[in-house]
């Protein structure tokens, strides 16, 4: 089992990576709304926050479950924010 730590990186660059790639495009593209785009920052940040929240839980039965749900749920939620960013 990864530690920890590595979790929060991985956490840390998935949400960052996802939030700079909005802001390439915001510049990239200055004559479209960026409404759209900002909801996606505002999703990555509360995906990060309750992402962290999940890391950080204390009393967890089976923590090798726990993370493995966890990183999935990173990886889904990664996913979906990417797409929203393709489709831009």
Known sequence: ????KNLKKDVNFVFGDIIEAVYVWQLTNPEKDATS???IIDEA????DESMEQINAKGIDNKK????????????????????????
Not at 45 to 48: G, R, T
Request: glycine share 2%; proline share 0%; aromatic share 6%.
């Open 1 to 4: 089992m990864a530690s920890i």
């Open 37 to 39: 785009s900002e909801t």
């Open 45 to 48: 940040i509360v995906a990060f």
């Open 65 to 88: 479950v726990h993370f493995s749900n966890l990183k999935k749920s990173i990886e889904t939620k990664g996913r979906a924010l990417i797409d929203k960013i393709n489709k831009l």
